[in-house]
């Protein structure tokens, strides 16, 4: 088991209702994290189950969901943004 800090960010945050948790879990990759989260159901399932697009960060580096969870990592979940 390891712990995890996880942040949300933007319409995340917001649908969430928290900013962010720290979590122990067996998740071993970004993608089994996301499946974990998304398996609360509800909103985390409509944010995170597939139809929404967002992207993951892992300890502030852009990450892909095969990328492997280090205990004690923070990872970021948020919504793709634009620069203007």
Known sequence: MKTLHL????????AFGSAGET??????????????????????????GGGRVFRVAINQDMAQLGDALPDGAEVAIFPPVTGG
């Open 7 to 14: 942040v949300y960010f933007a319409r995340l945050r917001e």
């Open 23 to 48: 979590l122990a879990t067996d998740a071993a990759t970004a993608a089994d994290l996301v499946a974990e989260l998304a398996a609360r159901g509800g909103v985390w399932l409509a944010e995170l």
